[in-house]
């Protein structure tokens, strides 16, 4: 009787330890064991596997290049809109006349100058002063001309140009009224800006009467050059300021400087 009563005791006393053993070791039947934890082995963690879940991520490169696209596709379509706005607005001024070139208009200018004349005496020309000797080199002050021409814008920068002069009173030394015609060209350095520089080089008839000297013609040629500012503050009107020089060569060859001003009208 000792051996089964000793069996029975260590039965009672091991039994209920293996139990509580075996609970804490094994999960419930309705939980599964966690699956981002990697076992751990004896020399550390497992290396992960392709049956693993995927671990949470940042910002990813995919991500930044849908970024970058986007970014991309605002700054065509940015680029886009500028040009189609400037394809708009450049026709658009020059359908509604704003521009303030002279292309295709009609100017008629009319202004005042003041001309000086340096001449040097031919054999038979008439003298500057009662001096005596004669003088061979003249100088004068001519009497103020009434300047006025003609033009036609052929391009934006270009215009024909066809004037005249004419004295307001008689003047030295023919004692009559000065009178020239002219037939050359504008060029204006930045035609479509309001402030413009322009050259006008032309030819030059003076048909100035001879008056008190017989032995000249009534006749003479040169060439004219003149540099002057135009302010245009609309497109039909502009005001200028010009300084000019006249070569003539037949009467005598004189060198006449010039400053002059007035307005211009264009239409259409």
């Excluded at 991500?63 to 986007?70: F, G, N, P, T």
């Excluded at 700054?75 to 292309?103: I, M, S, W």
């Excluded at 540099?227 to 004189?254: K, T």
Aim: proline share 9%; charged share 20%.
């Amino acid at each position: 009787m000792r051996w089964p009563t000793l069996s029975l005791c260590f039965a009672l006393v091991t039994l209920p330890g293996l139990a509580a053993a075996q609970a804490a070791g094994e999960p419930p039947d309705d939980e599964e064991p966690a699956a981002d934890e990697p076992d751990e082995g004896p020399t550390g963690p497992r290396e992960a596997t392709t049956a693993d879940p995927m671990p949470e991520r940042g910002t990813s490169s995919v991500v930044i290049d849908q970024r970058e696209a986007a970014l991309r596709r605002e700054q065509a379509e940015f680029q886009e809109q500028e040009r189609r706005e400037g394809d708009t607005a450049g026709p658009a001024r020059e359908d509604d006349g704003d521009g303030l070139h002279h292309e295709y208009q009609v100017g008629l200018r009319v202004g005042v100058g003041v001309p000086f004349l340096f001449a040097l005496r031919y054999n038979n020309g008439p003298r500057c002063s009662a001096v005596d000797p004669p003088e061979a080199f003249c100088l004068l002050v001519g009497s103020t001309a009434i300047t006025f021409d003609l033009s036609f814008g052929v391009s934006r920068d270009i215009e024909i140009v066809v004037g005249g002069r004419i004295g307001a009173i008689v003047s030295a030394p023919t004692e009559t009224n000065h009178a020239q015609i002219l037939a050359g060209i504008r060029a204006y350095l930045g035609p479509d800006s309001i402030f413009k520089a322009y050259l006008a080089p032309s030819v030059v008839l003076d048909v100035t009467p001879n008056g008190l000297i017989p032995n000249w013609g009534d006749v003479d040629f040169g060439v004219r050059g003149a540099f002057g500012v135009q302010v245009d503050p609309i497109r039909f009107l502009g005001i200028y300021a010009e300084i000019g020089v006249n070569i003539l060569f037949l009467r005598s060859f004189a060198i006449s400087p010039d400053l002059s001003g007035g307005l211009q009208v264009r239409f259409p």
